[in-house]
């Protein structure tokens, strides 16, 4: 059975930083792109960052391009998002999600939600002072 178990949320003051990590079981990491999303209450799901299956790639929103780093263990089955330098913007509920990729996407890192077919339950992130 496949599984994403997302951690490491929180309540946080501004400037502060965060380490996301999402657990997987069930499944190859190896062979999967993971991206990081989140949704604001009243706002629409939005990519944050995502990597390539090969983890040679990675695709951030421009919202947190140079604050976020994504970053894969394959190992550990686990994917990280270091959250630095956090604004009141940044609250949601961060999602992260599995999309398998064959051998000649392996390098692709696309944050398109409708390209990703599993999905865990998600971890609330509060930016506040």
């Known amino acids: 059975q496949l599984q994403l178990v997302e951690s490491g949320g929180g309540l946080v003051q501004p400037g502060g930083s965060l380490r996301l990590s999402c657990a997987t079981s069930?499944?190859?990491?190896?062979?999967?792109?993971i991206g990081w999303f989140r949704q604001a209450p009243g706002k629409e799901r939005e990519g944050v960052s995502c990597i390539s299956s090969s983890g040679k790639n990675t695709h951030t929103a421009d919202s947190v391009k140079g604050r976020f780093t994504i970053s894969r263990d394959n190992a550990k089955k686990t994917v990280y998002l270091q959250m630095d330098n956090l604004k009141p913007e940044d609250t949601a509920v961060y999602y992260c999600a599995a999309d398998y990729q064959p051998l000649l996407t392996a390098d692709q890192a696309m944050c398109d939600d409708g390209e990703y077919d599993y999905w865990g339950q998600g971890t609330q992130v509060t930016v506040s002072s």
């Open positions: 069930g499944f190859t990491l190896d062979y999967y792109a």
